[in-house]
């Protein structure tokens, strides 16, 4: 039956400054060009009937640098604004290290990890997942029941807040859940939308 899999865009280059980076549109990295086209290896020889990732740059050239490759090029390819990037509100463009030092560590860790602590100005884990399950709802899940493979690249925290979902993951569990830059996770479905398989690639 239907296939999900769900990409983490490559390292960009926020992430390589070790910056706040939530709504900013900033590009990859070399090294998340790198990684965007390990995830194209990777997936060698998956079929694909549908593929989307957010409206944010670092996601968008990741999924570019896969549909390149000439077994996908006919891929239908959608730009989702509820698939962007947890809004990280006032601590945008601040380094996460130097924050740490000004508000504690514990405090930066509730901010970045908790469910439904908000980050000042920003969205909670909670509000960010509410949006990424009502468009996988309405739009991805009818077309995987009716068989169709899907691809989804999008960012750390929305694939959190969507694999809490599709696993079931307690507060506490998602907590601990970290999604590595290129990260690849696969999930196959029943008829009943039963997970039947998952694996990371
Ligand atoms: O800065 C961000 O937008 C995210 C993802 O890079 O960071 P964090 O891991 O702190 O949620």
């Given at each position: 039956m239907g296939l999900l899999v769900l990409v983490r865009h490559g390292e960009s280059t926020a992430n390589l400054a070790n910056v706040f980076t939530g709504w900013l549109d900033v590009a990859l990295s070399p090294k998340g060009d790198e990684e965007a086209q390990l995830v194209a290896e990777k997936l060698r020889g998956y079929h694909f009937d549908a593929a989307y990732s957010s409206t944010l740059i670092r996601a968008e050239r990741t999924l570019d640098i896969i549909v390149a490759r000439p077994a996908w090029a006919t891929i239908p390819v959608h730009h989702i604004e509820?698939?962007?990037?947890?809004?990280?509100g006032d601590l945008q463009g601040l380094n996460k290290a130097e924050i740490a030092l000004k508000y504690g560590q514990e405090q930066v860790d509730i901010w970045r990890r908790s469910y439904d602590v908000a980050p000042p100005g920003g969205e909670s884990l909670q509000q960010t997942q509410a949006r990424t399950v009502k468009f996988y709802e309405a739009e991805i899940v009818p077309q995987l029941r009716a068989g169709k493979n899907i691809l989804i690249v999008s960012h750390g925290n929305t694939l959190r807040g969507l694999r809490m979902y599709l696993e079931h993951l307690t507060p506490e569990q998602v907590m601990a859940l970290e999604i590595v830059t290129g990260g690849v996770h696969v999930y196959r479905f029943d008829a009943e939308m039963k997970i039947v398989e998952t694996r990371n690639l």
């Amino acid at each position: 039956m239907g296939l999900l899999v769900l990409v983490r865009h490559g390292e960009s280059t926020a992430n390589l400054a070790n910056v706040f980076t939530g709504w900013l549109d900033v590009a990859l990295s070399p090294k998340g060009d790198e990684e965007a086209q390990l995830v194209a290896e990777k997936l060698r020889g998956y079929h694909f009937d549908a593929a989307y990732s957010s409206t944010l740059i670092r996601a968008e050239r990741t999924l570019d640098i896969i549909v390149a490759r000439p077994a996908w090029a006919t891929i239908p390819v959608h730009h989702i604004e509820a698939l962007k990037e947890r809004m990280y509100g006032d601590l945008q463009g601040l380094n996460k290290a130097e924050i740490a030092l000004k508000y504690g560590q514990e405090q930066v860790d509730i901010w970045r990890r908790s469910y439904d602590v908000a980050p000042p100005g920003g969205e909670s884990l909670q509000q960010t997942q509410a949006r990424t399950v009502k468009f996988y709802e309405a739009e991805i899940v009818p077309q995987l029941r009716a068989g169709k493979n899907i691809l989804i690249v999008s960012h750390g925290n929305t694939l959190r807040g969507l694999r809490m979902y599709l696993e079931h993951l307690t507060p506490e569990q998602v907590m601990a859940l970290e999604i590595v830059t290129g990260g690849v996770h696969v999930y196959r479905f029943d008829a009943e939308m039963k997970i039947v398989e998952t694996r990371n690639l």
